[in-house]
């Protein structure tokens, strides 16, 4: 039997409800001067305070903690970075064994985090097929489940609520939101804000890197349509498909997606780290970049008297990148190879 719209966002606020007290309610920031270059006002979710450096915490710990009171004693995971932290971190917090697989060209920062977390790190390629086949031999060895980064209900409830967050603070401020802006990777994230926006009127937009836009493209073709991903400052952002389950979600419900490329990416991140004084990695900033597209694109305007939410992902970034988007261009950065 399919389930209504209403009974999925039903899931995200169940899921905010289980994590109250296990995650952060991250505050939600203001800055005249980003209000003025959008030309509304904007309120951002700094989901880079988030425990684990990410808003992926939300969605792991919701379905690690089902797992776990399933009776499963090990989980396993893959990603570019985020979503393994936040599993290591949510399976030691349940006395899981944790496995997570990751690209060979993964941020050093993020296998660090993810091994200190206790995970057993396996690299694997540098695309997202190889990876979930590694996972998967190792589920079929191990006998544990793959929480998968954005194919997973549990998963999508858990990241919407860092969504619905944002809606109720923006509407106790007297502000409530007229759209929402969450950047994408594989999906899980923007379906999040969909079902957490579902019944409200709010907006919903998705933001992709150039060149590493399925979700635009499949929204356009009718169906899912994989990309080789092209390089870019946002690591987090370059799945070669956006999800099946995302996919399902947000074909109806969300409003547009927005292209936007690397200097605009690094133009966001400096935006941030100057007006907040708080870091959020490249991933993270594309929703701000995303926004301020918006703000200006023809018939998209967002005007003085609108409100926009934007989720700020994360912020688990090199150090050494973090100094060459400070004093560089990011396509140089890109073409130099950090990030690519």
């Known amino acids: 039997m399919t389930r209504t719209v209403g009974q999925v966002r039903a899931d995200v606020e169940q899921a905010s409800r289980w994590l109250a007290g296990r995650v952060v309610r991250t505050p939600v920031l203001r800055s005249p001067v980003i209000d003025e270059l959008a030309g509304a006002r904007v309120l951002l ?26 009776g499963h004693t090990g989980v396993i995971a893959q990603s570019t970075g985020n979503h393994a932290i936040a599993v290591a971190l949510a399976a030691r917090e349940h006395g899981l064994a944790a496995t997570v697989v990751l690209p060979v060209d993964a941020a050093p920062t993020k296998i660090d985090r993810a091994r200190a977390a206790g995970a057993r790190v396996v690299l694997a390629g540098t695309d997202v097929e190889e990876r979930a086949a590694t996972a998967s031999g190792l589920s079929d060895e191990s006998g544990h489940p793959v929480v998968d980064a954005y194919d997973h209900p549990d998963v999508i409830a858990g990241q919407g609520t860092a969504s619905l967050e944002l809606i109720e ?142 989720v700020l992902t994360g912020g688990n970034v090199e150090a050494s990148l973090v100094a060459r988007l400070v004093v560089q261009r990011p396509s140089t950065v890109a073409a130099e190879g950090v990030a690519a």
Request: charged share 20%; with cysteine; net charge neutral.
């Open 45 to 70: 979710k700094a989901e880079n305070l988030q425990n684990g450096g990410s808003y992926k915490m939300r969605g792991a710990l919701r379905a690690v903690g089902r797992l776990a009171a399933a």
């Open 169 to 310: 603070e923006a509407e106790r401020a007297g502000t409530p939101l007229d759209a929402l802006v969450v950047p994408v990777g594989g999906g899980g994230g923007v379906a999040g804000a969909c079902l957490a926006a579902a019944g409200t009127g709010i907006e919903v937009y998705g933001v992709e890197p150039v060149g590493c836009d399925s979700l635009a493209r499949s929204l356009a073709a009718g169906e899912r349509v994989p990309v080789a991903p092209a390089r870019t400052i946002a690591d987090g952002l370059r799945p070669s498909c956006v999800g099946e389950l995302p996919f399902a979600i947000v074909r109806d419900a969300l409003r547009g997606v927005v292209r936007v490329d690397d200097d605009e990416i690094g133009a966001a991140f400096r935006l941030i780290l100057m007006e907040f004084k708080v870091l959020a990695e490249p991933s993270g900033a594309a929703g701000l970049a995303g926004a301020l597209r918006l703000s200006g694109d023809a018939g998209l305007g967002f005007g003085r008297q609108r409100t926009v939410g934007v």
